[in-house]
T-cell receptor, first 115, second 111 residues
Framework: DTEVTQTPKHLVMGMTNKKSLKCEQH?????MYWYKQKAKKPPELMFV???????INESVPSRFSPECPNSSLLNLHLHALQPEDSALYLC??????????????FGPGTRLTVL | DAKTTQPPSMDCAEGRAANLPCNHS???????VYWYRQIHSQGPQYIIH???NNETNEMASLIITEDRKSSTLILPHATLRDTAVYYC????????????FGDGTTLTVKP
């Protein structure tokens, strides 16, 4: 299995809703990432988990809450989002080893719309 | 991590080689050059990376200058499906998440 899967593909939610995005990989990668991407812009890093511990939080608002239950699974819990949070949310993973931590494998993304 | 500079857009004729340049004049000795591409509405795709030597895989070739201040990604026979945004990233590759995506180059392959 050489892919990163993300569910759902599309999500529409209201500003008072609570929802979760899910990401899964079975490549034995020990680093996993969440990115946010607005239209016509590069991906922006949000969170990094390394060996199931949160290692980087790029000053993301607390309405986004990441969780890494095990080495294969990464969740992003969403609560009280704003319309400006509408974007493509990308998950990625990377293998261990010198020079390989930035060899990231991306999922197809979840297209989120906040109404 | 060192910053990179890429042209915002390039065109290439189908079947010809596409040569995408990247400047990284402040690269450190332990930093790798990584290339990704993102086809419209898909997740980015890893293409290739290198430290000093030129690298080749089934997708592309990476040519790094001797002083390592610039590199070129070569798609030897571009097809319409290679139309995408190409990102050049410089990172030590030893700390997960330390690399950042710049604005990249939009490559348009034309028939």
């Amino acid at each position: 299995d050489t892919e990163v899967t993300q569910t759902p593909k599309h999500l529409v939610m209201g500003m008072t809703n609570k929802k979760s995005l899910k990401c899964e990989q079975h490549m034995g990668h020990r680093a996993m990432y969440w990115y946010k991407q607005k239209a016509k812009k590069p991906p922006e890093l949000m969170f990094v988990y390394s060996y199931e511990k949160l290692s980087i939080n790029e000053s993301v608002p607390s309405r986004f809450s990441p969780e890494c239950p095990n080495s294969s699974l990464l969740n992003l819990h969403l609560h009280a989002l704003q319309p400006e949070d509408s974007a493509l949310y990308l998950c990625a993973s990377s293998p261990p080893g010198p020079g390989r931590l930035d060899t990231q494998y991306f999922g197809p993304g979840t297209r989120l719309t906040v109404l | 991590d060192a910053k990179t500079t890429q042209p915002p857009s390039m065109d290439c004729a189908e079947g010809r080689a596409a040569n995408l340049p990247c400047n990284h004049s402040t690269i450190s000795g332990n930093e790798y050059v990584y290339w990704y591409r993102q086809i419209h509405s898909q997740g980015p795709q890893y293409i290739i990376h290198g430290l000093k030597n030129n690298e080749t895989n089934e997708m592309a070739s990476l040519i790094i200058t001797e002083d390592r201040k610039s590199s070129t990604l070569i798609l030897p026979h571009a097809t319409l499906r290679d139309t995408a945004v190409y990102y050049c990233i410089v990172s030590s590759g030893t700390n997960a998440g330390k690399s950042t995506f710049g604005d990249g180059t939009t490559l348009t392959v034309k028939p």
